[in-house]
Every structure is written in structure tokens, then in C-alpha cells.
Nanobody
């Protein structure tokens, strides 16, 4: 059974930072693409960042230069460091594991339950 458990969300002021974690069990993250998506209030879920099993990292234009995805294969955990947060970053953040297209939700077979990030102005 595959489980992805996110943590680290919360309320932060604009300009602040948060680090999200996604702990995986049932699969070895080093063998898969790991992604972060988010769903802002009243909007569709959207791609944020991905880390390929070959070491490549990919970002949405809206977070490039502010967010960093990384993984600790020994801990089977993926992180999303979020700096210079803006109110428009407010969303439920989901991590995902897959082996398909890194930018599309369909490329991921397993999802976490999500963690709320709220950025106040």
C-alpha cells in the first residue's frame, strides 16, 4: 500500500517561508518522479514543481526562483521549500508520485491528502 503524507503547511505572512514535507511509504521515491501540485480556493489543481528520478527539477513559472523541490532518498521524503510567499500562493498543496508526464496530474498514480498553506497580506 502506497501512502504519501504531507506536513509543514500553515499560516504565514507575505514574504515568509515554509517547508513542506512529503513522507512516502510503500514505494521508493528514488525510482519515481515526485511532484507538488496545489489547488487555490475555487480553482483547479495546478502543477507547482517536480523532481525526476534522474535529478532534474522543474517548476511552474509562478514559483520559479522562490520554491525549491528536493528529495532525501534515505528518508524516502520529498520537500518543497517555499520562500518569498505571496497571498496568491494560498492553496492546498499535494504531493504526488508517478512515472508519467511530470507536469500533468495524469502522470501521477499516487497522491497525498494535502496540506493547507495560507499566506496573509
Amino acid at each position: 500500500q502506497v501512502q504519501l503524507v504531507e506536513s509543514g503547511g500553515g499560516l504565514v505572512q507575505a514574504g515568509g517561508s515554509l517547508r513542506l514535507s512529503c513522507a512516502a511509504s510503500g514505494r521508493t521515491v528514488s525510482s519515481y518522479t515526485m511532484g507538488w501540485f496545489r489547488q487555490p480556493p475555487g480553482k483547479e489543481r495546478e502543477f507547482v514543481a517536480a523532481s525526476s528520478r534522474f535529478g532534474g527539477t522543474y517548476y511552474a513559472d509562478s514559483v520559479k526562483g522562490r520554491f525549491t523541490i528536493s528529495r532525501d532518498n534515505a528518508k524516502n521524503t520529498v520537500y518543497l521549500q517555499m520562500n518569498s510567499l505571496k497571498p496568491e500562493d494560498t492553496a492546498v498543496y499535494y504531493c504526488a508520485l508517478g512515472s508519467g508526464s511530470r507536469y500533468n496530474q495524469g502522470g501521477y498514480a499516487y497522491w497525498g491528502q494535502g496540506t493547507q498553506v495560507t499566506v496573509s497580506s
